[in-house]
């Protein structure tokens, strides 16, 4: 069974810029959750979507968005890119609607640097 | 809120040696918790888990208890391998209300074995 699949994995924009991410995640999981991880904040929960639909959302700046296609598989994009936003993007998938003993697969994110 | 505090790193062992990397958390109601590693240019993958006080959860010589009265789950190996370093991530996750739940983790520890 194939493991959460993220693409590409490393970026380089340009401060200003946009940048899309793609996460596929394992077949038959509905659930696709995004996290930045930085040196200095670790993990922070970006969005989660389940059935195409924001099922959550942390604290970050409406400059990131997402989306989930019925295909299960989910974009997350930056507009207007800082030097702060430099972070590896994890993507994490669980099947069905969750639960508290339900384990998150990840993929093995999307390195981007914003120069 | 919830949170997850791990203890800072990095952590510098020899092979063979004991290893305890702690973790307390606060949350509020009944949380599950989970150990996560990160392999060099890795995604995460889950280590161990465990959903009730008293639990032991166990996995590759790793072990953690659920302690509900000291908010902990302490990660501990008898005897480390130059291959056990990794980045290690304690993580709880509650039911935030309906079919949501939030996982939550600490900044990680980073863990060097040597020869």
């Known amino acids: 069974k194939a493991g959460v699949t993220q693409t590409p994995r490393y970026l380089i924009k340009t401060r200003g810029q946009q940048v899309t991410l793609s996460c596929s995640p394992i077949?038959?999981?509905?659930?696709v959750s995004w996290y930045q991880q930085t040196p200095g904040q670790g993990l922070q929960f970006l969005f989660e979507?389940?059935?195409?639909?924001?099922?959550n959302k942390g604290n970050f700046p409406g400059r990131f968005s997402g989306r989930q296609f019925s295909n299960s598989r989910s974009e997350m994009n930056v507009s207007t890119l800082e030097l702060g936003d430099s972070a590896l993007y994890l993507c994490a998938s669980s099947p069905g609607t969750g639960g508290l003993n339900t384990e998150a697969f990840f993929g093995q994110g999307t390195r981007l640097t914003v120069v | 809120g919830n949170s997850v505090t791990q203890m800072e790193g990095p952590v510098t062992l020899s092979e063979e040696a004991f290893l305890t990397i702690n973790c307390t958390y606060t949350?509020?109601?009944?949380?599950?918790l989970f150990w996560y590693v990160q392999y060099p240019g890795e995604g995460l993958q889950l280590l161990l888990k465990?959903?009730?006080?008293?639990d032991k959860g166990s996995n590759k010589g790793f072990e953690a208890t659920y302690r509900k009265e000291t908010t902990s789950f302490h990660l501990e190996k008898g005897s480390v391998q130059v291959s056990d370093s990794a980045v290690y991530f304690c993580?709880?996750?509650?039911?935030?209300?309906?079919?949501?739940?939030?996982?939550?983790f600490g900044k990680g520890t980073l863990l060097t074995v040597n020869p």
């Open positions: 993580a709880l996750k509650v039911h935030s209300g309906g079919s949501n739940y939030k996982l939550t």
């Open positions: 465990a959903t009730k006080a008293d």
């Open positions: 979507y389940f059935s195409e639909t924001q099922r």
């Open positions: 949350a509020t109601g009944y949380p599950s």
């Open positions: 077949s038959g999981h509905r659930s």
